[in-house]
């Protein structure tokens, strides 16, 4: 066994703290990582406080991971020791169902193995994820990574990155396309930078005046302030897609009526509370909404080439492990640009 080290939550209420746990040997088709950095997700803030309602305790939070392989199994074939690799939100699937067996293994019918806060594919061992100096996975379930870009823009690439590269790629997204992105946070502000390197016309949708100059930085062409009644009546039926980021409650109403026709708006953000969605909006252009899930395998390790290409990463602030609380509170607070990363070292 491995002794690990992590930072983990016993319960709802409580704070990370220091942890010490076993990660399982390699076997003949796992490859040993030790983890260098690890993003902050909000989805591991909802998860440690269990606002979900299916958190499992003790948990090691961390999807977004990369570090450099120390060991590997007899069979495995993609990588050796001292190569970078990258895990994302999954690591294992059922590999039996269609969707699996066509790449989409995030939509494993079955349910995949999450990196953190559920089981492997046994259905009785604990995953822990990526707040913690080593993890063990299958080869089929490892990305890898260039050494082109910085590693700690990296990590947010594996679930920020392909989150909104997924459903560019989907709907074809490109030159001649234009494209809205509401909410400039964690994915808004990697679906701004990928659409525009696709050729899109890209505006930044935003209740804020203030992220105007950021918005046009990471590669928008346009910003529109949504609270503004004249440039929203300007933007009604503008855009081919609508790349929705918000989690929080709002009106998907507004949005929809700047769709043009045939227009999709897909959402990426989860609101706490169910959100109604008129009928006369979608049938009033022939409208659509729609919802994507992060990628498969193929489709993330394409996303992690094609932003090695581009020079693209996530805009990151570096932290201590020992910072990860007041962390959670300030992305709370929405005062974070645009990703946390955890520097795995100081956990060491």
Known sequence: MIATKAYAVNDAASPLGPWNFERREPGPHDVQIEILYCGVCHSDIHQVRNEWGNSIYPMVPGHEIVGRITKVGDHVTKFKVGDLAGIGCFVDSCRECDPCKSG?????????????????????THTY??????IVTDEKYTLKVSDKLPLEGVAPLLCAGITTYSPLRHWKVGKGHKVGVVGLGGLGHMAVKLAA???????????????????????????????????????????????????????????????????????????????????FNLIMGRRSIAGSLIGGIRETQEMLDY???????????????SDINHAYERMLKGDVKYRFVIDIASLK
């Open 129 to 134: 994820g990526g707040y913690s100096t080593h």
């Open 307 to 321: 932003c090695a290409e581009h020079n693209i990463t996530s805009d990151v602030e570096v932290i201590p492990i």
């Open 197 to 279: 390197s696709m050729g899109a016309e890209v505006t930044m949708l935003s209740t804020s005046p203030s992220k105007e100059a950021d918005a046009r930085r990471l590669g928008a062409h346009h910003f529109a302030l949504m609270t503004d009644k004249e440039q929203v009546k300007q933007l009604r039926s503008k855009f081919d897609f609508i790349i929705n980021t918000i989690s929080a409650p709002h009106d998907y109403a507004t949005y929809l009526n700047l769709l043009n026709l045939n227009g999709v708006m897909i959402c990426l953000g989860v609101p706490p509370e169910p959100s109604a969605v008129p009928a």
């Open 104 to 124: 989409e293994e995030q939509y494993c019918v079955t349910g995949g193995a999450s990196t953190y806060n559920g089981y492997e594919m046994d259905r009785k």
